[in-house]
């Protein structure tokens, strides 16, 4: 990998590991505002919005410039949205501004590497992104959970200025510092030389050229196919989160800080999986990974049939002094492997998605409709989610038909990547710097 790589990643991961303790923090001020319990959901929804509001705009200013100064901007404006939070303007509102500057950042995040990079490197570095974004992610979320705690929120009180005053607002100072430590790495960021041609302006313009973007992803043999699964996956990952944490509740009789855990021990499952694809799958062989998805979707089923009771009561691990019951280590082993699968399928997708997005658009522009198809999937299977919690579905059933939803539209999805075979070989174009 180039040196230059080394730098994308150490400020991707500092910029998400921001993200994710201000999430925790924003939460924990909306405790202390006495807030309604159903804004703290919100807070995720207003983040992921400007995914899907701005992807017609963010694409075209990712291209208007170097990468390295696109990412310093945008995690700028994280920064803004951090300290406007910590003066007094509403965590929703605030966070929002957060999920605006993330939004921007991702297509320079991302259309970096495809100019960085030559084609067959790209699941590599995918692997590392995915597997840095994912351990910033547990990190991020366990920071945020350590900087609100009593002690240290006392200690960082103790040596800031009189106008902090709750742990909410000390974790948001330390965490602006994150923002400023990311900042620093995208300054470092070489410039790679590449150019696009001059953006368009005003919103209709960019819209019109957005959607023309849209349909040519679409309409391409490898790029619909690409497209279609990460779509799925992110929609369908943010809502097995909910999910997880139900089935911890219902199944296994754990609490919501328990459950938890278990969304970290995916990660890390997600992470070895990206890092496995990254070893094993080149770009050329990046399709066929797709029996995997279906796999994945069998194995979420079986989530539905896994209690506590099916292990004796005295079975366990015994490390030390410390005694984790059978039920549990299956079930991290369990999760761990579900969370493997998805890694291992999803990265050589987004890899090869990338490079069609750079061979039929420009960097900026391909990963502006990928980030617009994904966020809107985590919008509308989180609302599917919603009715069925509404409804008082039972979670094995919701289980079940998640699982169910996943096998067959990955059966779709390879279906029609076998029917586009028949009229044209378009495997043989990965890897080639011209469209079909």
């Not at 368009?200 to 819209?207: A, E, F, N, T, V």
């Not at 292990?311 to 549990?328: C, D, M, S, T, V």
Request: proline share 5%; glycine share 8%; net charge positive.
């Amino acid at each position: 990998m180039k040196k230059g790589f080394y730098t994308i990643m150490a400020a991707q991961f500092f910029s998400s590991l921001a993200d994710n303790a201000l999430l925790i923090a924003a939460i924990a001020l909306l405790k202390d505002l006495h807030a309604p319990n159903w804004m703290t959901p919100l807070l995720k929804l207003f983040f992921v919005l400007s995914y899907v509001v701005l992807a017609a705009f963010v694409g075209a200013f990712a291209d208007s410039r170097p990468k390295g100064r696109v990412m310093f901007i945008t995690n700028t404006i994280k920064v803004v949205g951090c300290a406007i939070m910590l003066a007094g303007l509403h965590p929703l509102l605030a966070y929002g501004i957060v999920g605006f500057g993330a939004a921007a950042y991702s297509p320079a995040k991302y259309g970096i590497l495809t100019e960085l990079l030559p084609p067959e490197r790209l699941v590599a570095a995918n692997g590392w992104i995915e597997g840095t974004t994912v351990g910033s992610i547990i990190l991020g979320t366990v920071l945020g959970g350590a900087l609100i705690s009593p002690h240290i929120a006392a200690h960082v009180i103790r040596h800031t200025p009189a106008a902090i005053n709750t742990p909410a607002e000390a974790a948001m100072l330390v965490i602006m510092g994150i923002y400023v430590v990311a900042a620093l790495f995208n300054l470092r960021i070489p410039d790679t030389g590449a150019r696009y041609p001059r953006q368009q302006h005003g919103p209709i313009r960019l819209i019109t050229d957005f959607a023309d973007c849209f349909n040519t992803l679409w309409h391409d043999k490898l790029g619909q196919i690409s497209l279609a699964v990460t779509t799925l996956f992110w929609g369908a990952g943010a809502t097995l989160q909910f999910i997880v944490l139900k089935w911890a509740e219902v199944s296994l009789g754990m609490s919501l800080s328990e459950g938890a855990v278990l969304q970290a021990v995916v990660a890390v499952g997600v992470a070895a999986g990206a890092m496995i694809a990254a070893a094993r799958v080149p770009l050329k062989k990046s399709l066929s990974v797709l029996p995997v998805g279906i796999i994945m979707g069998v194995a979420v089923m079986l989530m539905a049939f896994y209690t506590r009771s099916l292990f004796p009561p005295h079975w366990g691990l015994h490390i030390g002094h410390l005694r984790i019951p059978g039920y549990l280590v299956f079930a991290y082993l369990f999760l761990m492997v579900v969370g493997g699968l998805s890694g291992f399928f999803v990265v050589p997708m987004n890899a090869l998605l990338q490079h069609r997005g750079h061979v039929l658009l420009s960097a900026g522009h391909s990963i502006a409709v990928q980030n617009f198809n994904e966020n809107l999937s985590v919008l509308v299977m989180l609302c599917l989610y919603a009715v069925l919690v509404w409804l008082d579905v039972p979670v094995t059933i919701v289980i079940v038909l998640f699982g169910t939803f996943v096998c067959l539209m990955m059966w779709v999805v390879m279906r029609r990547h076998q029917a586009n075979q028949r009229s044209f070989d378009s495997v043989s174009l990965i890897g080639e710097n011209h469209g079909h």
